[in-house]
């Protein structure tokens, strides 16, 4: 997705971040490395190069979006392929059978999975699992989990802190009533899981279901395997925007009830100038996030139309990144 701080918009490719002027596109910063970039992502007001070494993604600098300096510098064994999934406190690389969690200096408050020479054994408590989607809250992480020798998926909420980083505190884990699963959305008082069937669960912190809600979004779509480990979403007004693939899916911010469901989307939309904006073919549509109802659309000409839209804001600039290529628009 594009990534933004402040009034900087940031560009990365072949081992440099770029941190532009919104505005006009001009450079105001480079930040280069010889070797290659896994991912960038925003954070804490600050934005974070992840960069691969050997056969991990290893080194992580943390940078000033205004000036391109150095903020804090760490090494960690994020897999290949990683996303960088922001919480309020934290910062999560994704993964297929690792996790790691660091707070805003990059000191790592937990590690998940099958962690490479751990220093001290058996203090994992799965690590045999793969996963799937991640989310994250201001104080908690969840992931979706497949484990040898059970039957279905697993959803499992940690701690983003505990007392010791290679000893995960579990908030709950509990096996789910389907084949697969995904994991939609977490606050740090519910999370949304959704079911083949088209069908989404909520469930509070202390592991108990709290409602089942069916969408009109198609089950296979809700579900599908997403290689990044990350349904994309974002912060509307008082509601959470889920991207399927071909619906955008609101929830509510509190209690991550389904608020309404728009067809023909393509991506989740992001809030700009005091509204909630979802890109669709042709355009941007103004949504009304009580019911979904689109008050207006902004035509936009796109060469592919058909492709996944993401959106950010930049001060007075709306950020779409199509693909590999990031435009402003005002």
């Not at 979403?233 to 469901?261: K, Y």
Request: hydrophobic share 35%; glycine share 12%; aromatic share 4%.
């Amino acid at each position: 997705m594009p990534v933004a701080e402040g009034d900087t918009a940031v560009t990365a490719g072949q081992g440099r971040v770029v941190g532009r002027d919104p505005r006009t596109g001009e450079p105001r910063w480079h930040y280069a490395r010889d070797v290659p970039l896994c991912t960038v992502g925003a954070g804490f007001s600050r934005v974070h190069a992840v960069y691969r070494t050997g056969h991990n993604c290893s080194e992580v600098t943390q940078l000033d979006p205004g000036t391109g300096q150095r903020t804090a510098q760490r090494t960690g064994n994020a897999e290949h392929g990683t996303r960088l999934v922001s919480g309020d406190r934290h910062v999560t690389t994704t993964g297929d059978r690792l996790l790691n969690t660091w707070r805003s200096d990059l000191v790592k408050t937990l590690e998940y999975g099958r962690v490479p020479a751990p220093v001290n054994p058996d203090r994992q408590p799965r690590t045999g699992c793969t996963y799937g989607t991640v989310a994250t809250a201001a104080e908690r992480v969840g992931v979706i989990e497949r484990c040898p020798d059970e039957s279905g998926p697993r959803l499992t909420v940690l701690k983003a802190a505990g007392e010791e980083a290679d000893v995960p505190e579990t908030e709950f884990s509990k096996m789910l009533p389907a084949t697969d699963a995904a994991l939609l959305a977490l606050t740090d008082e519910a999370v949304a899981v959704a079911l083949p069937r088209g069908e989404v669960l909520v469930y509070g912190m202390d592991g108990m279901h709290r409602a089942t809600h069916p969408v009109s979004v198609p089950g296979s779509e809700l579900v599908r395997d997403r290689p990044d480990g990350v349904v994309p979403h974002t912060r509307g007004r008082g509601t959470v925007h889920v991207f399927t693939g071909s619906h955008t899916l609101a929830l509510s911010a509190d209690d991550l009830t389904p608020r309404w469901a728009a067809e023909g989307t393509l991506g989740p939309g992001t809030v700009f100038a005091g509204h909630s904006v979802v890109p669709v073919r042709g355009g941007l549509a103004v949504i009304n996030d009580t019911d979904g109802a689109t008050l207006r659309t902004v035509a936009v000409d796109r060469r592919a139309p058909e492709a996944p839209v993401r959106l950010t804001a930049a001060g007075p600039v709306l950020l779409e990144q199509r693909g590999d290529t990031v435009v402003a628009l005002r």
